[in-house]
């Protein structure tokens, strides 16, 4: 099977690698076009444009960073739209809005071809050992046609319905994570200022109902004040903003996203945006220090 890839950041690097492994052909394309050698020198063909790597394929899959990206490598010059047709699918797994989603998929429907979004629960490392979560939505035989991409890429693919309900589940879920980020920062602050070793804390937690796989894996690095990137937290924000706005639509009061939200805001405005999100920790060390 031949697919296109439009983004070669954290997640497209490591998502076409790992098509490239498992047998896929592949041609890439990023905005910053020197980040393809790696890929290519694992065999991948690059594209000069996005509209020449849709041209060239039947299916391409894009991961890009936030909405405006998502929609400029559709309709700007060049983009997915000059060369999407009858036949085609384009895939749009970066984590948008509905509404992102929704004029993509109508601009693709108008040129004849099919649209599916489909963001990925998971982070760096899922995506480097094919055990992303898909949350598709969209065209259903576009979805059948992906399967075999899907399935090298992710441990389980789900098919949600009519575009727009993959991007709203990754933003419930983001947004989920991102409030839980915030506590257990807040949590290892006051371990750490009330006298007990955060360490303790992290085995105490890795025992009870709470434990998961996320204080097991960042715990320990936030620790060290490791904050090597693989969500960057600028993308967290984003994710925060993008569910705080749903849930103005519908009407839901979410006090604890929204506070989240200020402490990724604050991170970013303390230049940790393109830390690991679990650099929020830096905000609550900070604040509790000036109190
Ligand atoms: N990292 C993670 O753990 C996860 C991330 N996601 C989501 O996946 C998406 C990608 O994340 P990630 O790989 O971490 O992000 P990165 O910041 O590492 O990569 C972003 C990609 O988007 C491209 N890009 C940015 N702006 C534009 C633009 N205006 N036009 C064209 N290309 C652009 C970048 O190109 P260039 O190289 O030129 O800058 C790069 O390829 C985001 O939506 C994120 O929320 C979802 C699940 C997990
Ligand atoms: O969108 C990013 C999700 C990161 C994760 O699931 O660890």
């Known amino acids: 099977m031949e697919v296109g890839f439009l983004g070669l950041g954290i997640m497209g690097k490591a998502m076409s690698m790992n098509l490239l492994k498992n047998g896929f052909k592949v041609t890439v394309w990023n905005r910053t076009l020197s980040k393809c050698d790696e890929v290519v020198v694992h065999g991948a063909s690059v594209g000069e444009t996005p509209a020449e790597v849709v041209k060239k394929c039947n299916i391409t899959i894009a991961i890009l960073s936030d909405p405006a990206a998502a929609l400029s490598v559709v309709f700007d010059k060049d983009g997915v739209l000059d060369q999407i047709c009858s036949g085609k699918g384009y895939i749009d797994m970066s984590t948008v809005d509905p509404e992102t989603s929704w004029k993509i998929s109508e601009a693709i429907a108008l040129k004849g071809g099919h ?57 419930v879920v983001n947004m989920i994570m991102g409030s839980v980020m915030n506590a257990f920062s807040e949590g290892l602050t006051l371990a750490e200022r009330s006298g007990l070793n955060p360490h303790s804390l992290l085995d105490v937690l890795d025992l009870g109902g709470i434990a998961n796989p996320m204080f097991r894996g960042k715990g320990p690095e936030m620790v060290k004040d490791n904050y090597s990137p693989a969500f960057p937290l600028k993308h967290q924000q984003k994710d925060m903003r993008l569910a705080l706005a749903l849930g103005d639509q519908n009407a839901v009061s979410m006090p604890v996203a929204a506070a989240a939200n200020e402490a990724f805001k604050k991170a970013r405005s303390m230049g940790l945006g393109d830390l690991d999100f679990s650099a929020v920790y830096e905000t609550v060390k900070l604040l509790k220090h000036s109190s």
Not at 124 to 129: G, L, M, N, Y
Not at 137 to 158: C, M, R, T, W
């Open 115 to 171: 649209f599916l979004e489909a963001p990925v629960s998971g982070s760096k490392q899922p995506a480097e050992t094919g055990q992303l979560v898909i949350l598709a939505a969209g065209d259903k035989a576009l979805y059948e046609e992906a399967v075999p991409a899907f399935d090298v890429l992710g441990k389980k693919s789900f098919f949600l319905g009519p575009v727009g309900n993959g991007a709203k589940m990754k933003l």
